[in-house]
Structures are given as structure tokens and as C-alpha cells.
């Protein structure tokens, strides 16, 4: 009887370790896909936040009767829409619109919106602050 050669690999451990291998990058490839999704819409949601609040702050950095008046009180009233100026990265369609309530004529509410994407995946970013005639509450 002929004797084998035991010092190298036999076929059958090849395919075990070429699946085993296989299964793995499998597994990688699914999680690293998963985790760039999940960053993507992180860095979304951040950047609407920041063009969100950027707003707010541009609004409560103006005079208090260069603002709109709406009434009747307790009623949204949009007063500028700024979809176009939003970064083509944030999913389509995306709108970006602030609106103003009066409450009184010492108080008004100022309300930025930004949404983006569409179905499931459409968030929105919202920032609502109130402006005193002589100041600034939140």
C-alpha cells in the first residue's frame, strides 16, 4: 500500500478554510455597508441642524420691528423660504422655510423647519424661539 504525503493541506481543508474566509467577508462587507449608511445619515442630520440653527440665529439677530406681524395670533405665517440655498448632499426633495407667529405686540415666534428626503428615510430639523421686544427667551 502507497503511502501519503501528510505535510501539506488536503483538498477538502482548502474548501473549509476558503468558506470560513468567505463567510467572514461576507459578514464584513454587510456591516461596513450598514455602518457608511448609518454615518450618511448622521452627517445629514447634522448639517440640517447647523444650517437650522444658523437661521434661527439670523432672525434673532434682527431688530424686532424689521419682523413680519401676523395674525391672527396663534397662526404660523411663512415668511421666507430658503430650500434653494440648502446643500445638494441632504437627500432630495428638501425645504428649508421659516415661519412667525405673533402673539403680542412685545412678542413674536420664530420657527425654522428643514426637511429632507422622502417616505421612511424624510427627517426634519426644527428650532423654535421666542423674541421679546426689548430681548431675546427661549
Known sequence: MKEWD??????IELIVTLVVVGVIFTAFTTTFAGIE???KKATDVATASQL???KLQEYENKNFA???ATS????LRQVE????SLPAVLESPRSGK???????????????KVTFGSGPTQRYIEYVTFIQKNGLGR
Not at 72 to 75: C, E, F, L
Open 52 to 54: 437650522t440653527y444658523a
Open 37 to 39: 449608511n448609518i454615518s
Open 81 to 84: 423660504d430658503f430650500s434653494a
Open 66 to 68: 424689521s419682523l413680519p
Open 6 to 11: 501528510k505535510s501539506g493541506f488536503s483538498v
Open 98 to 112: 421659516v415661519y412667525i407667529n405673533t402673539f403680542s405686540s412685545t412678542l413674536k415666534q420664530i420657527d425654522v
Open 72 to 75: 391672527p395670533s396663534g397662526t
